[in-house]
């Protein structure tokens, strides 16, 4: 298995909601990654997770609350977002070492924020 | 700080071959790399190189000059299905952030 499965495809969620992105890959990849991206621009790194342990935050506001309950699943959890959050939310995993330089990425959640 | 730079856009015709440019500045480097994406889908790998040197895998190459702080991504034959938004990336560290250039619009036209 060579995927990286993100679920929902698309999310539409109010201000006030709770909602997750989930993610799953058994590619035995021991590094997973949470990128956002907006329209026209390149994929801005949140969050690395690394042996299911959080190794990089890139000060992103706490009403994203990521989670990694396995070396196969993460999660990120929606609260309080803003309309300025919608965005595809993408996950990617990788190999440690110089296999960090091949990210395999999912196919994205289409967050929008009413 | 960090930053890469590459043109915003370029078009070739098809069978031509087309070289996107990319100057990096990190604190750290391990590594350039290339992504592909096309309208409405996810980034997928392309190319890394993490030595000096012409990387060759199919239709794309790709170089790295460490000296110079520069690669390019060289793509021969062009096909329509090449129009898509091509990314540079590095690695900055020995850990894992990956960070990505503003990315290169390719549009081939027949």
């Known amino acids: 298995d060579t995927e990286v499965t993100q679920t929902p495809k698309h999310l539409v969620m109010g201000m006030t909601n709770k909602k997750s992105l989930k993610c799953e890959q058994h590619?035995?990849?021991?590094?997973m990654y949470w990128y956002k991206q907006k329209a026209k621009k390149p994929p801005e790194l949140m969050f690395v997770?690394?042996?299911?342990?959080?190794?990089i935050n890139e000060s992103v506001p706490s009403r994203f609350s990521p989670e990694c309950p396995n070396s196969s699943l993460l999660n990120l959890h929606l609260h309080a977002l803003q309309p300025e959050d919608s965005a595809l939310y993408l996950c990617?995993?990788?190999?440690?070492?110089?296999?960090?330089?091949?990210?395999?990425f999912g196919a994205g959640s289409r967050l929008t924020v009413l | 700080g960090q930053s890469l730079e590459q043109p915003s856009e370029v078009t070739a015709v098809e069978g031509a071959i087309v070289q996107i440019n990319c100057t990096y500045q990190?604190?750290?480097?391990?590594?350039l790399s290339w992504y592909q994406q096309h309208d409405g889908g996810a980034p997928t790998f392309l190319s890394y190189?993490?030595?000096?040197g012409l990387e060759e895998t199919g239709r794309f190459s790709s170089f790295l000059s460490r000296s110079d702080s520069y690669g390019y991504l060289l793509l021969q034959e062009l096909q329509m299905k090449d129009s898509a938004s091509y990314f540079c990336?590095?690695?900055?560290?020995?850990?894992?952030?990956?960070?990505f250039g503003a990315g290169t619009r390719l549009f081939v036209k027949a």
């Open positions: 990617a995993s990788s190999q440690e070492g110089a296999g960090a330089n091949v990210l395999t």
């Open positions: 590619m035995g990849h021991r590094a």
């Open positions: 997770y690394s042996y299911e342990k959080l190794s």
């Open positions: 990190t604190s750290g480097f391990y590594g």
């Open positions: 190189n993490g030595l000096d």
């Open positions: 990336a590095v690695r900055d560290t020995g850990g894992f952030k990956t960070i």
